[in-house]
């Protein structure tokens, strides 16, 4: 299933799974050490996360370890920005128009 | 010169909202027509080397708003803002589609609802304008479609964003 990576990092815990995953990888039960939630609540926090893309799991051994998928976040950041530049050039040419309204009208 | 006003953006992810706030220097009633009227919404609502060009403008609750990017290389996507609410002077809502020239809509691209509302301030008029994209599909494919488009943009945020979660 598809999620919506902004659901993903809408929540506070998922944040703060991200930005420990981000530092290294970790296994489910490493990761559920930092957080005062059940395991369980945890491990549905991780669900979600992988859901969204922004978590990949990868086997080492017998053990599973949780990864940051970093691109996926630049894709947040990267369409946000591009939503700014889009609206600071239209403004920009708004600021022009009512410049001239002005002029127009005094 | 007129020191260049900081558009804000702000997300409302649990919500899929977007939020885009702006001053202008100058009066409420000259910002709502930049909004409302086609012919002023032409010389600005593309973005840059876009330019908007209406086919037609029916400013009123119900009404269409039909309309070109055309781009430096020929007409692109055709766009139609259908107004739901409008409060003259204050506030409107609609739905913000792609379409073809006769304004059937391209059901391959998500539907944005839009509320803008108007707010006089000390020197001029605040503009705020809520953007809400109806699924999670939805949004997936405008992040989609947003890299196609190849505006420039400035990475790094993502160590901003990690610097500042809770360790």
């Not at chain 2, 009227?37 to 973005?47: I, K, N």
Request: hydrophobic share 40%.
């Amino acid at each position: 299933m598809r999620r919506d990576p902004f659901r993903g990092i809408a929540d506070p815990t998922r944040r703060a799974i991200l930005s420990l995953i981000a530092l290294q990888a970790m296994t489910p039960n490493a990761l559920a050490e930092h957080f005062d939630s059940s395991r369980q609540a945890i491990s549905k926090h991780i669900k979600i996360l992988t859901e969204c893309n922004l978590v990949k799991q990868e086997y080492s051994g017998r053990e599973i370890y949780y990864h940051f998928n970093a691109k996926k976040m630049q894709e947040i950041d990267k369409w946000l920005e591009q939503l700014r530049a889009v609206w600071e050039n239209r403004f920009t040419q708004l600021d022009k128009v009512l410049k001239n309204l002005k002029t127009k009208k005094s | 010169m007129i020191a260049q006003k900081q558009t804000q953006v702000t997300k409302d992810l649990a919500n899929k909202k977007v939020l885009v706030i702006r001053e202008f220097d100058a009066p409420l009633d000259q910002v709502w027509e930049a909004w409302t009227q086609s012919e002023l919404l032409d010389l600005w609502w593309a973005p840059k080397p876009w330019k908007a060009e209406t086919k037609s403008m029916d400013f009123r609750e119900g009404g269409t708003w039909l309309y070109c990017m055309v781009g430096p290389d020929g007409p692109g996507s055709w766009c139609r803002a259908d107004f739901q609410t409008i409060i003259p002077h204050k506030s409107f809502t609609g739905l913000d589609a792609f379409c073809d020239e006769s304004g059937n809509l391209n059901k391959d691209f998500p539907v944005m609802h839009w509320q803008v509302d108007f707010s006089k301030t000390g020197a001029g008029t605040k503009v705020r304008v809520e953007i809400t994209y109806s699924s999670v599909a939805d949004l997936e494919k405008i992040l989609e479609l947003g890299f196609e488009e190849g505006f420039t943009s400035a990475l790094g945020n993502l160590d901003e964003l990690l610097a500042s979660t809770p360790k």
